[in-house]
């Protein structure tokens, strides 16, 4: 049996104004996806989403019998991993999600680096991190048709991960960040429709709009600092900015802006990560108070989970790639 794991991420500052040049970071976490993978005479992928049955084709090919709509994009995947190894195997892959999808915490490029990994290590052949990331990069465009980098290189590299005018910089975690508590709003709202809102908001008011996405990259650029200095109440003050700007380009929401209010005492800051519209928010946890914030979410009637920040990207078998 072979068992691979791949984080998720939180993005810490820049969702939509990285889409315009400015900086943007973002963390793994230490909750994520696993893939355990077993020896299969078919091709057979169990998921929460669905299953996928298929034979072995000629030329790398998957003869598929049975695929529910979430998993088309594992054919490709698969065929990918196939042609890379140069091998053909049957197999059975179960996964498993420790995070909620479709929700800012990129579990599609965590699957994907999970699955990848997973799947050629179980053909014999092991892969450096950075033909990895390409191909996570690659199959993340196959899930959402569109997409960032940032997701896939979180769960492949870990650590911190610094986007700005498309360069990618990965950087090691200064340390003990404390605790985080992540709440997922149950309200859903695709990518695609955020981003072309915020695009009309540029659209109608360009001046205004650059200027806010001026004040969030030099929020980002700050935070990057204090994180290094393990500053908890600046980085906590920093959050809290860049939610102000995110309620004003209008993909915060009603059930979002009355969670961070009541578990304001109780936490450094709190922030939506990703795209926004619902999805998930998460908070810099104040020291003792993790489940005070997680009752009052739960009150809400949002999900809540604690959650540590991780150093490190995707792992086979226990060790890191």
């Not at 290189?153 to 975690?173: D, F, Q, R, T, W």
């Not at 810099?284 to 489940?291: A, E, F, G, K």
């Amino acid at each position: 049996m072979i068992k691979s794991f791949a984080p998720g991420e939180i993005i810490l500052f820049g969702e939509h104004s990285v889409v315009y040049g400015r900086k943007a970071l973002a963390v793994s976490i230490e909750k994520g996806i696993e893939t355990e993978f077993f020896s299969f005479d078919d091709i057979r992928v169990d998921s929460e989403l669905g299953t996928l049955k298929a034979s072995l084709g000629t030329d790398a090919a998957l003869e598929v019998s049975e695929v529910s709509e979430p998993l088309k994009p594992f054919v490709n995947m698969i065929e990918r991993c196939f042609s890379y190894a140069g091998l053909e195997k049957g197999f059975k892959a179960v996964i498993a999600s420790g995070i909620p999808v479709s929700s800012g915490l990129a579990s599609s490029a965590s699957v994907s680096a999970s699955f990848i990994a997973g799947l050629l290590a179980y053909l014999g052949r092991y892969i450096g991190k950075k033909e990895l990331l390409d191909m996570v990069f690659s199959s993340e465009i196959d899930i959402q048709k569109r997409g960032s980098i940032i997701g896939p290189a979180c769960a492949v590299y870990g650590g911190m991960v610094e986007v700005s005018e498309g360069v990618i910089k990965n950087h090691p975690l200064p340390g003990d960040l404390g605790d985080i508590v992540i709440i997922n709003s149950k309200e859903k709202c695709s990518t695609a429709v955020t981003v072309d809102m915020v695009k009309s908001k540029l659209d109608e008011d360009p001046d205004g709009v650059q200027k806010i996405f001026d004040d969030m990259h030099r929020i980002a650029c700050d935070g990057q600092k204090v994180i290094k200095e393990g500053d908890m109440s600046s980085l906590g003050i920093l959050l809290n900015e860049n939610q102000k700007y995110l309620k004003i380009l209008g993909v915060s929401t009603k059930k979002i802006d009355k969670c961070i209010s009541e578990i304001e005492p109780y936490v450094y800051g709190t922030k939506i990560t990703g795209a926004g519209g619902g999805g998930c928010l998460f908070s810099l946890i104040r020291d003792t108070c993790s489940d005070k914030v997680r009752g009052i979410a739960e009150n809400l009637g949002l999900d809540a989970f604690k959650a540590h920040f991780r150093g490190h990207g995707v792992e086979v078998n226990g060790e890191r790639i």
